[in-house]
């Protein structure tokens, strides 16, 4: 070294050359990793997804150096949709490209495929030669737990159907009509939703099934089907190409009107931006739900990175949006990349079988020695990724929030969050909240098919359908229950009053439609055909459906028919006529005292004066004079005593001996008659002329009853006489009879239905009162066949 200026050159440079080497982008002495990618680049999701998995290898190993590197081998299924029922796996692209990368590359792992009857394939395959199969993307038919080898890098279809639930139960809607595509894809959710709905005590009364290979009248044919039903809320589960067809046919078909609810689930609302501005104008009012993605900083700058990346790669093609599929694409990379640098490699990577003379070609693949310990690796792995907390446990991705959104305008608006702790809310995480909500309110405005902001009803008339026979009672009085009219250029039935309105409010309270029309008990010129029993009758004679109005539940009925609950107060008690009330007589103050008391009282005022003047005009000079001052006096001295204001003065011990006994007895019949009288100003005078009704039995009196009413049975079963009863028909009869009374061609009482004596009593409180006792009887209620309606009608 004779320069030490090149000497110190040199070592500048060699170290140089240790900083710079591994700035290439590959470390030379990084143990290589094969994995297989099998994606659909005939999809904009194959396509999003290549773009992001290349950029996650870049990123992965941009800043470190690691002891393996996986080397990605890319296959195209190109739009395999080919069904092991109808081709069998043998001639699935997918598993033909897995032979392929297993056979002959070797690989360690597969990425994909992306459609669900693909999956089910190479899954099969990863099975039996124990190589991990990672798929970024919904596979509902597919479950991690019957499969080893099989893990799902998206969110499972269990939680999707918990939030479309969650908005069923929102808006009250009872049933729900399944549309799904039919392929394992389709009909994969189909199960989880089921359970979602039962949870929440949802109906689901039909399953609308559409092929891919549907042509646009088949479509047509279904939605009309659909049409004819009553339920008006649906669930799509769908890819893009096929709903796109759908939607543009449920327009045309008039069902994305006002009164229609349809709910599309995450991979068609997440893949919104891709269809055409056709469908997203016949798309108007739908809702989706679709997994959250919460923004950060890396987020955005990988956007932009993404967008000029994949006009580089694809300069033909139209812009396309980064989607959920490509960010879970771009995670699950870095997952498997993380999961093999942590293992490690096994040397050789796979075990070769023993040859036999009739070995197949998935014999002679042999068994990979990296893929069990590597299949337990990614299958419990955690970090934050771009699309947030990327959580597998258990071969399944844990799930996050949903968003739910509204399509209007050109695209789509966010509505509200649903997540598996709150439930339904406006923000992600609620302030305050700790409770689960399914309440409609936690949502922003929703505008509704046919540009609507009505809430639809989730039901409506179907176009056809048999109309429920409802027989009612026919009667002259008591209107206030039951009336029925006929409208003569219609010639409709009108039926109104109390449990009508009660009848009405119940089918409009129903989750579903229920068709009726009333037809009276009655004969030819409009009269009563007969009892209640009679009428109840009809009902196990077939003539009506069920039977509404003021029929009582009576044990003897139920033999033939079912009643609902009551809906009315129960009992049976009886009216009678209340004595004057005589507050009003001006001679009032005379009733206190009895006539014979007010005679007593008037002899000892004379006596006493009497008394007095005997003992007094002798030895007193105020009590002499002329004749008729002296009887003048013995009237004046009782009155002035009476009120304490004499002024004569007694001198005789005999004379004040009668005064004190006389004043004692002012002051007992002062306050007697005070009381008495306050009582009779102040307490209700009103008393029943009868207040017990055994006391009818006794005076053999009359009595009164409604017509058609069960009381004669009842009244004859307390022992009455059957030919002392009286019908009537009206409140105004009721009235006449209780005024004429039992001996003048009416009766001292009438018996009747709490529910009638409330009303009655309400025009007439001062002329009659209910006495008791109260006897049971169970109230108003619906009558229908055995176990047609159900008791919570």
Same mark, same amino acid.
């Given at each position: ?21 591994? #700035? ?153 009509? +399944? ?46 089907? #659909? ?8 669930? /799509?589960?769908?890819?893009?190409? #096929?709903?796109? %067809? ?52 890396? #987020? ?9 990346? +994949? ?40 075990? =070769?079988?023993?040859? %036999? ?128 009219? =006929? ?84 009992? /049976? ?30 002899? +000892? ?141 009416? /009766? ?44 919570? +009608?």
């Amino acid at each position: 070294m004779q320069n030490p200026i090149f000497f110190g050159l040199y070592v500048v440079l060699f170290i140089i050359s240790f900083c710079i080497a591994p #700035l290439d982008g590959e470390n030379a002495t990084a143990v290589k990793v094969d994995v297989g990618i099998i994606l659909d680049l005939d999809t904009r999701v194959g396509i999003i997804s290549r773009t992001c998995m290349s950029m996650a290898i870049e990123d992965f190993y941009a800043n470190h150096n690691y002891s393996t590197r996986i080397v990605t081998h890319l296959r195209n299924s190109k739009s395999d949709d080919v069904d092991a029922a109808s081709a069998g796996k043998f001639n699935c692209l997918a598993f033909t490209a897995a032979i392929d990368l297993l056979k002959n590359v070797q690989v360690q792992a597969i990425l994909g495929p992306q459609r669900s009857t693909q999956a089910d394939f190479v899954i099969d395959l990863g099975n039996k030669v124990k190589v991990p199969i990672i798929s970024p993307s919904s596979t509902p038919s597919l479950s991690p737990k019957e499969s080893g080898y099989f893990i799902r890098s998206a969110q499972c279809s269990s939680f999707q159907a918990k939030a479309i639930a969650g908005i069923v139960k929102a808006f009250g809607w009872r049933e729900v009509i +399944f549309i799904y595509q039919d392929n394992n894809y389709g009909s994969g959710i189909v199960p989880f939703l089921t359970d979602a709905m039962l949870e929440i005590d949802a109906f689901v009364p039909y399953q609308s099934i559409v092929s891919p290979s549907a042509t646009d009248d088949q479509i047509l044919q279904e939605l009309y089907k #659909l049409k004819t039903m009553q339920t008006r809320v649906f669930v /799509v589960h769908m890819l893009p190409c #096929l709903a796109s %067809r759908f939607f543009l046919r449920a327009k045309e078909a008039e069902m994305m009107t006002e009164g229609y609810a349809w709910i599309i689930a995450d991979v068609l609302t997440s893949l919104l931006d891709s269809v055409d501005s056709m469908v997203i104008d016949a798309m108007q009012g739908v809702i989706g739900v679709k997994a959250h993605i919460p923004k950060s900083n890396e #987020l955005d700058y990988f956007t932009r990175r993404w967008r000029k990346k +994949f006009h580089d790669e694809n300069p033909d093609m139209d812009r396309l949006d980064l989607n959920v599929y490509g960010l879970l694409a771009y995670d699950t990379v870095m997952a498997l990349a993380t999961a093999v640098d942590k293992v490690g490699t096994v040397v050789p990577q796979f075990k =070769k079988p023993v040859t %036999r003379e009739n070995s197949t070609d998935l014999d002679a693949i042999g068994t990979s020695n990296m893929g069990p310990t590597l299949v337990e690796s990614v299958r419990n792995i955690r970090f934050k990724g771009l699309s947030g907390d990327f959580h597998i446990t258990d071969g399944q991705l844990q799930p996050s929030a949903y968003e739910i959104v509204n399509v209007i305008g050109k695209g789509e608006r966010r509505i509200g969050y649903w997540t598996e702790q709150h439930g339904i809310s406006k923000t992600i995480k609620p302030h305050g909240k700790a409770v689960y909500s399914t309440d409609k309110d936690d949502l922003t405005a929703i505008v509704w098919p046919g540009e609507t902001g009505v809430i639809p009803r989730g039901w409506q008339m179907p176009s056809g359908g048999k109309k429920l026979r409802i027989g009612i009672p026919v009667k002259r009085g008591f209107s206030e229950f039951v009336k029925v009219e =006929k409208d003569p250029e219609r010639n409709e039935v009108i039926a109104t009053g109390f449990c009508m309105d009660v009848f009405k409010e119940v089918i409009n309270a129903l989750p579903y439609f229920v068709s009726y029309e009333f037809i009276p008990f009655a004969t030819y010129d409009g009269h009563s055909a007969g009892t209640y029993d009679e009428l109840v009758y009809q009902i196990f004679l077939k003539k009506y459906d069920a039977v509404v109005g003021d029929v009582t539940i009576v044990a003897n009925r139920s033999r033939f028919v079912d009643f609902t609950l009551p809906f009315t107060e129960s009992g /049976v008690s009886t009216i009678v006529p209340i004595k004057n009330d005589e507050r009003k007589n001006a001679w009032i103050f005379m009733k206190p005292l009895t006539k014979d008391l007010w005679l007593t009282i008037g002899g +000892f005022f004379i006596f006493t004066g009497s008394v007095v003047w005997v003992i007094e005009h002798r030895v007193n000079k105020e009590f002499r004079g002329p004749p008729s001052q002296q009887i003048g006096m013995i009237f004046w001295f009782s009155f002035s005593t009476l009120v304490f204001a004499h002024k004569e003065k007694v001198v005789s011990n005999l004379s004040r001996f009668v005064v004190i006994v006389w004043v004692f007895v002012v002051l007992v019949l002062t306050s007697s008659y005070t009381a008495n009288l306050t009582s009779m100003l102040t307490v209700q005078q009103l008393q029943p002329t009868i207040t017990d009704i055994y006391d009818l039995i006794k005076n053999g009196e009359y009595v009164g009853y409604q017509s058609g009413s069960f009381i004669p049975g009842l009244l004859i079963g307390m022992k009455f006489d059957g030919s002392k009863f009286r019908n009537y028909s009206t409140y105004e009869e009721y009235d006449e009879a209780l005024s004429r009374g039992s001996r003048n061609g009416g /009766v001292a009482a009438i018996v009747d239905e709490i529910p009638y004596i409330r009303p009655f009593l309400a025009k007439h409180c001062r002329k009659y009162a209910m006495v008791g006792p109260t006897y049971k009887a169970a109230g108003f209620g619906f009558v229908s066949p055995y176990s047609q309606i159900p008791q919570s +009608f």
